[in-house]
């Protein structure tokens, strides 16, 4: 790498980092459609930061129209190595108090396939590997970040993704603490999947916002409460983005790089050109 270049897919205020040199805003349009908004790059010393806001400014795409392929698209075209995802979480451990940082380092898919959770297809069949969902190089960088910021860190833990928007009933919350999931939150699949398929090293800041609707001693989770804690949080997860940054490796994870080498399982002279050209800044270091 000549240059590290860093992802972040989160909340709105994130693209405000203090500290941020040479900011532009930059419009794009992929081959999947527009991301959810414009990318705000900027030099937090000598690495590039490129802020994506999940849902759009001022909240504008529900978790299941947030537009991640196109996301994780324009980042990889921009030359990202790395994705910090930041994201509002639901505590299901007692231990993980509203206000803690989880660093995840698994998930369990219980979104409905509505969302578009690959760059493969429409005649490009392709499988990458997922058993490590987490880059364990970024989660250790996150962790190390968020201690020095301040910040009570779980370290591990699997995080449910649920379609919503509605939160979850009873039932589903107590179904997920007896899996032994520690958070619940509704964006971090596919957008981890399409990162591997990039070969983008990804991992998550989950900010603890409540307790899910399991907790016999607290209120069911509202709107209202998720808002007034992330407002609470959005100085910790700007800290631990600044310190984090300084720390990202020059060297891409081992793990991560290469993901995509050996994924395309159709043949190529049978591959569609039309395809080939869409998934170019993915994939096009491999095409022969």
């Not at 930059?26 to 849902?55: Q, W, Y």
């Not at 981890?192 to 603890?208: F, P, S």
């Not at 709107?223 to 020059?250: E, G, R």
Request: charged content about 20%; aromatic content about 8%; hydrophobic content about 40%.
């Amino acid at each position: 790498m000549t240059q590290r270049i860093v992802g972040v897919i989160g909340g709105s205020g994130l693209y405000e980092l203090e500290g941020l040199e040479n900011v532009e805003e930059i419009d794009m349009v992929t081959p999947f459609g527009k991301p959810s908004d414009s990318i705000v790059s900027g030099m937090l010393g000598d690495v590039r930061m490129l802020f994506i806001p999940r849902h759009g400014r001022g909240h504008t795409f529900t978790p299941s129209e947030v537009p991640y392929r196109a996301n994780i698209w324009a980042l990889k075209k921009l030359g990202a190595q790395w994705c910090i995802s930041v994201s509002a979480v639901g505590s299901l451990r007692r231990k993980i108090v509203p206000g803690h940082v989880v660093i995840v380092d698994q998930f369990i898919d219980r979104t409905k396939g509505i969302r578009a959770s690959s760059f493969f297809g429409d005649g490009i069949v392709g499988h990458v590997a997922f058993g490590d969902p987490v880059s364990p190089v970024l989660a250790k960088v996150l962790r190390k970040a968020a201690k020095k910021a301040g910040a009570k860190v779980h370290k591990g833990g699997t995080y449910v993704c649920m379609e919503g928007p509605q939160f979850s009933t009873r039932a589903e919350s107590e179904l997920y603490r007896s899996w032994g999931a520690k958070v619940i939150g509704m964006t971090n699949l596919p957008e981890a999947k399409l990162a591997r398929e990039a070969e983008i090293a990804y991992a998550t800041v989950a900010l603890a916002t409540d307790y899910d609707c399991w907790h016999p001693d607290h209120d069911d989770v509202s709107v209202d409460q998720v808002i007034a804690t992330l407002k609470k949080n959005v100085k910790l997860a700007k800290s631990i983005l600044t310190l984090a940054a300084p720390m990202v490796p020059t060297k891409l994870d081992p793990l991560v790089d290469g993901a995509s080498k050996f994924a395309v399982m159709t043949s190529p002279e049978l591959l569609p050109e039309a395809g080939k050209a869409a998934l170019e800044p993915l994939l096009g270091k491999y095409w022969t």
